[in-house]
């Protein structure tokens, strides 16, 4: 026994946890699409949370449940920060441990910032890591134990305006790497999190804006992320919460998207609390804003039934 203890305690200092279950991966294996030559440090800031704010090499982490717990759904986290910074253990690695403790496999995306000089277009950056995200996932379904139809996409803030272009712009294709780029990038569902949807006054985020598009923006690219304007039939089913003090983000963000869905026939549902501000995560310890989490996961396993 005791040289069994031993070896743990080797691996452990040479940084192999045996019991761990997630790993990075980087998007792109070669050539990065829509980066120039320049190189950014990548910054770590640590405070009450961990944000990121410069990414050079964007990746992928990897969080997989145990096998004999696995579900086989699958979701894609972006974290918020106002395409500024990633909030990434609150909005990112914290909720991909959650999701393991439900069953399900949480990715989360350290996306490039817009606004670092690494970007060709600097809009383009974070839109194209997702997609790869969602399609490196399907493309390593079966090897992660995940249901390549059960693949949907979570983001908080700013990370939820990312998440909602692609739920509702994932047929544009701006570059094309290898193989995996062929795979569907369509999110199965979206969940999406106190998100910015609106990049039109009055009711926008003015440093999402700002950060993604530039300032003075062009009225072409607010319409095209302006996302509450782009929602077909085609959109996927989609859970919305915000809170109603959110000073932050505006609930009309969610309300809006919220009625578009509706009129276009989208599976979805919302919910709006009276309290919580703007960036409370999982809301651990906070009342009954911490419900929201209970009421996605059923609102996940009931829709996975009919997936």
Same mark, same amino acid.
């Given at each position: 026994?005791?040289?069994?203890?031993?070896?743990?305690?080797?691996?452990?200092?040479?940084?192999?946890?045996?019991?761990?279950?997630?790993?990075?991966?980087?998007?792109?294996?070669?050539?990065?699409?829509?980066?120039?030559?320049?190189?950014?440090?990548?910054?770590?800031?640590?405070?009450?949370?961990?944000?990121?704010?410069?990414?050079? *090499?964007?990746?992928?982490?990897?969080?997989?449940? &145990?096998?004999?717990?696995?579900?086989?759904?699958?979701?894609?986290?972006?974290?918020?920060?106002?395409?500024?910074?990633?909030?990434?253990? &609150?909005?990112?690695?914290?909720?991909?441990?959650?999701?393991?403790?439900?069953?399900?496999?949480?990715?989360?995306?350290?996306?490039?910032?817009?606004?670092?000089?690494?970007?060709?277009?600097?809009?383009?950056?974070?839109?194209?890591?997702?997609?790869?995200?969602?399609?490196?996932?399907?493309?390593?379904?079966?090897?992660?134990?995940?249901?390549? &139809?059960?693949?949907?996409?979570?983001?908080?803030?700013?990370?939820?305006?990312?998440?909602?272009?692609?739920?509702?712009?994932?047929?544009?294709?701006?570059? &094309?790497?290898?193989?995996?780029?062929?795979?569907?990038?369509?999110?199965?569902?979206?969940?999406?999190?106190?998100?910015?949807?609106?990049?039109?006054?009055?009711?926008?985020?003015?440093?999402?804006?700002?950060?993604?598009?530039?300032?003075?923006?062009?009225?072409?690219?607010?319409?095209?992320?302006?996302? *509450?304007?782009?929602?077909?039939?085609?959109?996927?089913?989609?859970?919305?919460?915000?809170?109603?003090?959110?000073?932050?983000?505006?609930?009309?963000?969610?309300?809006?998207?919220?009625?578009?869905?509706?009129?276009?026939?989208?599976?979805?549902?919302?919910?709006?609390?009276?309290?919580?501000?703007?960036?409370?995560?999982?809301?651990?310890?906070?009342?009954?804003?911490?419900?929201?989490?209970?009421?996605?996961?059923?609102?996940?396993?009931?829709?996975?039934?009919?997936?």
């Amino acid at each position: 026994m005791k040289k069994y203890f031993t070896l743990f305690i080797c691996l452990q200092i040479s940084g192999i946890n045996l019991f761990s279950q997630n790993y990075k991966l980087p998007l792109w294996e070669k050539n990065i699409p829509n980066e120039n030559d320049v190189k950014v440090e990548e910054t770590i800031e640590i405070t009450d949370k961990l944000r990121i704010t410069a990414v050079d *090499e964007p990746i992928i982490e990897v969080y997989l449940p &145990s096998k004999n717990y696995a579900t086989g759904e699958a979701i894609v986290i972006c974290p918020g920060g106002g395409y500024r910074i990633l909030a990434y253990n &609150s909005e990112g690695s914290d909720v991909a441990k959650w999701l393991n403790s439900r069953g399900i496999a949480g990715i989360v995306v350290k996306y490039r910032l817009p606004i670092t000089p690494n970007n060709i277009q600097g809009r383009l950056s974070p839109f194209l890591d997702l997609q790869r995200a969602i399609r490196l996932t399907r493309f390593k379904s079966h090897e992660w134990g995940i249901d390549p &139809s059960k693949v949907g996409v979570m983001g908080f803030s700013a990370g939820g305006h990312l998440a909602s272009t692609l739920g509702t712009h994932f047929e544009d294709n701006f570059f &094309s790497t290898d193989k995996i780029d062929s795979i569907n990038c369509r999110p199965d569902f979206m969940v999406l999190m106190y998100p910015v949807i609106t990049l039109k006054e009055p009711f926008l985020h003015l440093g999402s804006r700002t950060n993604l598009i530039g300032d003075p923006a062009d009225s072409t690219l607010i319409n095209y992320y302006s996302n *509450e304007l782009h929602i077909t039939e085609n959109t996927p089913p989609t859970f919305l919460v915000h809170a109603d003090d959110d000073k932050g983000v505006a609930v009309e963000n969610s309300l809006m998207f919220y009625n578009n869905l509706r009129k276009h026939g989208v599976k979805c549902e919302m919910h709006i609390f009276q309290e919580g501000g703007h960036g409370f995560g999982l809301a651990v310890g906070k009342g009954r804003l911490e419900q929201w989490k209970d009421l996605c996961i059923t609102w996940i396993k009931n829709l996975s039934k009919k997936l």
